[in-house]
Nanobody, 125 residues
Framework: VQLQASGGGLVQAGGSLRLSCAAS????????MGWFRQAPGKEREFVAA????????VYANSVKGRFTISRDAAKNEVYLQMSSLKPEDTAVYYC???????????????????WGQGTQVTVSS
């Protein structure tokens, strides 16, 4: 599984960005996909996740109502639409993948086996 994240950049507070994650995997529909972020000096934290076959979604409380995760199974892509951005959203954003397991979507980084290279998001005040 290879993941390629893109779409980061510099935006003013209150602005929007859309991140994309392209996955090269034969059984994309059998995957759970997640977005995580890591700010300097902080641990990698969960942002959002989606189960590809069911569309089940979970968000971190810090982004609920502002960020939207979505998928395009035909393109093997997952997106993170980020709105009402705040300076505290500044981080390197990573997409992650793993094959679906029984139970709830995973919200911890160690539960995902495959990672993209990260894309920088900087929100200025």
């Amino acid at each position: 599984v290879q993941l390629q994240a893109s779409g980061g950049g510099l935006v003013q507070a209150g602005g929007s960005l859309r991140l994309s994650c392209a996955a090269s995997v034969r059984t994309f529909s059998s995957c759970d996909m997640g977005w995580f972020r890591q700010a300097p000096g902080k641990e990698r934290e969960f942002v959002a996740a989606i189960r590809m076959n069911s569309g089940t979604i979970v968000y971190a409380n810090s982004v609920k109502g502002r960020f939207t995760i979505s998928r395009d199974a035909a393109k093997n892509e997952v997106y993170l639409q980020m709105s009402s951005l705040k300076p505290e959203d500044t981080a390197v954003y990573y997409c992650a993948a793993d094959y679906q397991q029984i139970g709830a979507l995973r919200v911890v980084a160690r539960a995902y086996s495959y990672w993209g290279q990260g894309t920088q998001v900087t929100v200025s005040s």
